[in-house]
Every structure is written in C-alpha cells, then in structure tokens.
C-alpha cells in the first residue's frame, strides 16, 4: 500500500487552514512542505511561521522538504515549528551524516533527496541512516512541471539496495509531477510514498484523486 503526502505548495496560500483540514479528511497519510530559499533553487515559498502555523491546525505528520543551502542552520528552528521530518538535498553544503545525525537528534525523521542530474550513488552510501529517501522526478523550485520519466531507474536502483540491504524502515518517496498516470510508474520501480502537488490541490475532490493514485498504483 502506498502512502500519499499532498504537496501544500499547491494550496489556497489565503485558505490554507481550509485547504489543511480538507486534505486531511479527505484521507492524506501526511502533509508536504517545501521550504525554497532562493538560492538552492531559484523560487522562495514560505519557511517557519507558516510550518507553525499549520501545525496548529492538523495532526498530520509534516513531511517538510527543504530545499535551502545550509540546512543546518535551521533545523533547530524547523523542530520548534512543529516539523516531525526533514528531507535535506545531499547537493547542499555540510556532512550528510552530521546532518542527518542533527535531525535525529532533534526528535525529527531524516529524509534525504536527490535531484534529477545527481546520481543514485550520491545517497547509496547514507540509505542505513534514513527514514526517507525522496528522488525528485523533476528539477526542484517549482510546482507543476512535467514529471520525468527517466528517474525510475534511478528509483529502482535505491530500492534494490535498499531490498539488498534490508531496511524495511527506509520509505522511498517521489516528488513532482506525481498524479494518477505517473505514480504507478514509481510504484513498480519501488517507491512507496507520492508527493502531489497541483493533481490533487488542483481538483475540486480532494479524496477522489486521492483514491485514484492509490488504485492506480494498486495494480503496479
Ligand atoms: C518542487 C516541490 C514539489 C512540488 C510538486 O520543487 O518539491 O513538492 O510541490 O508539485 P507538483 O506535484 O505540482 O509537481
Ligand atoms: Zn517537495
């Protein structure tokens, strides 16, 4: 069974509690929150006031995906706001190791993420240390762009070390792109949580596109 966590990216920014508690009934396993820095990537969205705030309104575990330069400067601030796990870009400055080290020690689940032009073999080594491993199945900074095809060897190669090395524990998620047509192909290459951003905030029925990842995803 997959598990799917809605990108709030792509949610009302005036509504967002409307938007939370809605994805929320509508059967969400978790919530997505990128925070952008605009200078990892080149776009900002929001950072701690807004996670605190959303954390006030939901019992969702907040799946927050930062893509910033020097995430250890604000992981302390992240655990305040109420983040339960932070997915870092091993492209970023710093030890992967202390950082994932960091989190953990701040009661948080360690995630790690790679971009589309970073090969499998740049997050191999730290797979034992991880909660989440998240390929990103597009160039991060944006929602709504078109998912990549070309990751899935990538997704198969992580879950066949992961298969390999026995970690039951490690989830393999997938970001951009994702709705009812893609996440099948990321299923069967062996991811086993879906980040969606625009197919499911983009649709009136919230528990409807939901539903149709995961039949969709069900015959994978
Ligand atoms: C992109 C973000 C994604 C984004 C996905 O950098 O990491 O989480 O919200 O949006 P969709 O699902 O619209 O591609
Ligand atoms: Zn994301």
Not at 120 to 132: G, H, T
Not at 182 to 187: E, K, Q, S
Not at 199 to 218: L, N, P, S, V
């Amino acid at each position: 069974m997959i598990s799917i966590s809605p990108s709030v990216l792509a949610a009302d920014f005036a509504n967002l509690e409307r938007d939370v508690r809605a994805v929320e009934a509508a059967g969400a396993d978790m919530l997505h929150l990128d925070v952008m820095d605009g200078h990892f990537v080149p776009n900002i969205s929001f950072g701690m006031p807004v996670i605190a705030a959303i954390r006030k309104v939901t019992g969702l575990f907040l799946d927050v995906h930062i893509m910033i330069s020097e995430p250890q400067r604000y992981l302390e601030d992240l655990a305040r706001a109420g983040a339960d796990g932070i997915t870092f870009h091993v492209e970023v400055q710093g030890d992967p190791e202390e950082t994932i080290r960091r989190i953990r020690s701040l009661g948080m689940r360690p995630g790690l993420a790679l971009s589309p032009d970073t090969p499998a073999e740049a997050v191999l080594p730290y797979l034992e240390q991880l909660d989440l491993l998240l390929v990103m199945t597009v160039v991060p900074g944006f929602g709504g762009q078109k998912f990549r095809q070309d990751m899935c060897p990538k997704i198969e190669t992580v879950a066949a070390r992961a298969r390999q090395l026995g970690l039951d524990r490690l989830t393999i998620q997938v970001d951009g792109g994702i709705g009812r047509e893609t996440a099948p192909l990321c299923a069967r290459a062996g991811a086993g949580c879906m980040v969606a951003g625009s197919a499911i905030f983009g649709k009136e029925d919230y528990r409807a596109e939901m539903e149709a990842i995961r039949a969709a995803c069900a015959g994978a």
